[in-house]
Each structure stands twice: as structure tokens, then as C-alpha cells.
């Protein structure tokens, strides 16, 4: 009986060393991933890194993890013709990521994940002269965006206020579409013209991983929601 004591405590030690071990592993891969996941994406601050699934050891030796999932705050991407449009929030879940000799590189098989653009911050990048804020539900209930311009006309300067809706266009832009533009019946077309140039755009968002697209966009009261998935998507290069 002593001995089977005495071999049940080693068990429990060599346990709970295993177990210890695995998870300062973990801690020093979701460091050094961390580490290339800024580099590879141009990140002013390392992304959150939570490697999940156990042992993490046993999906090292086979070079490829389940489960990670990715998180990043005040993400800068770069748009259409240079400007800077900030992602305030990311989040995604990578599947199935195939890690490089020394985490050199991480792909993921699909991914799925979240993103959040504060509308200050698409303001910013809007052209000039063009406020941006949250419109509201329309009558069916989706989201809108409310934007406000100042345009200098041939027949003076126009202010406008206009509902647009906002959707995906592409694999990775956000575009804006007013509705109607109220009192311009009895103005020359040109004038609509030239307030549209400044209310409808688009922005292209090229800070986020490569492999990830945008599937869908929401307006809503904390900004535009976006909803994206991915195949082969890379962490880190």
C-alpha cells in the first residue's frame, strides 16, 4: 500500500509539473506570437494572444494550434488614397493555425471575427467639410448613419443633413450611400452633384489581416459594426 501511495503522489507531481509546464509554454508562445502579430501587421501595441485548448505542448509537436483567438484595440488601417481610418475594437477567432520552425509564422485554416469603427473616427477620414453620427433605425428597423455637409456651390454654400445607409463593398471597404438630399428640387443637378462627391464614399480597410474579409456592416449607437470571416488568414510572417 505504501507504494502505491508513493506512486500515486509522483503521479499527482509529474501531473502538476506537466500541467505548469504546458502553461509557462503557452505564456512564452502567446508572447512571441504577439510579438510577430505586431510586426506583421503594423500594429502600434502587441494584440492580445489566447492560445486555447490542452495540452498546448502535444499541438506544438504537431505545428498546429486548434484554437486562437485574437483581440486588438486602436487598430490604424490604411484607406483609399492614404488616409488613416482607426478600428477601435478587433476581434477574431482563428481555427486551426499552422505555426512556422520558432513561431517564425502562424496561418490560420478560416477564421471569423468582429471589428468596430467609431464614427469620430470615420469622420476623420471622410472628405473634408463632412460630419458623421449615428441616423438611427430606419422603418425596417436597420441601422443608419447621419451625415452632415458643408459644400461650396456655383449658387453659394449648401448645408445638408442626410440619412445614408452603409454596407460592404469589395473585400474590405465600407461605403456610405445617402438617401434622398432634402431641398434641392429647385436647385441645378450639379449641386446635388457636388454634395454626393463629399457624402458618398467609400473606405477601404487594408490594416487588417491578410486572408480576412468583410461580410456584413451595421450601424449602431457605438459605431459601425463589421462582421468578417476568412480562409487562410495570416497572423504572423
Not at 510586426?39 to 502587441?46: D, H, K, R, Y
Not at 485548448?53 to 502535444?58: A, K, M, N, Q, Y
Not at 471622410?126 to 430606419?138: E, K, L
Amino acid at each position: 500500500m505504501r507504494a502505491v501511495r508513493i506512486l500515486l503522489v509522483l503521479v499527482v507531481v509529474l501531473g502538476g509539473l506537466f500541467v505548469a509546464a504546458d502553461r509557462i509554454a503557452v505564456h512564452f508562445a502567446e508572447s512571441e506570437a504577439s510579438d510577430r502579430a505586431q510586426q506583421t501587421l503594423g500594429l502600434t501595441s502587441p494584440p492580445g494572444i489566447d492560445i486555447k485548448g490542452f495540452p498546448f505542448l502535444t499541438q506544438v509537436l504537431a505545428e498546429k494550434l486548434d484554437d486562437v483567438e485574437v483581440t486588438a484595440d486602436g487598430v490604424q488601417a490604411t484607406g483609399t488614397g492614404g488616409q488613416t481610418l482607426r478600428v477601435a475594437r478587433f476581434q477574431a477567432d482563428l481555427h486551426g493555425v499552422k505555426l512556422g520552425s520558432g513561431f517564425s509564422s502562424a496561418v490560420a485554416d478560416t477564421a471569423e471575427g468582429t471589428a468596430l469603427v467609431r464614427y469620430e473616427d470615420l469622420a476623420k477620414a471622410a472628405p473634408s467639410g463632412v460630419t458623421i453620427g449615428y441616423g438611427g433605425t430606419s422603418e425596417n428597423g436597420k441601422g443608419q448613419v447621419k451625415v452632415g455637409v458643408e459644400v461650396s456651390t456655383p449658387v453659394g454654400t449648401i448645408k445638408r443633413s442626410v440619412v445614408s445607409e452603409v454596407s460592404v463593398t469589395g473585400k474590405g471597404g465600407i461605403k456610405l450611400t445617402a438617401g434622398k438630399i432634402p431641398g434641392l428640387e429647385s436647385l441645378p443637378p450639379v449641386v446635388e452633384d457636388l454634395i454626393r462627391e463629399r457624402i458618398d464614399f467609400t473606405r477601404a480597410l487594408s490594416g487588417l489581416p491578410e486572408g480576412i474579409e468583410l461580410r456584413s456592416v451595421t450601424a449602431t449607437a457605438d459605431g459601425i459594426s463589421i462582421a468578417a470571416t476568412g480562409t487562410k488568414v495570416v497572423l504572423a510572417q
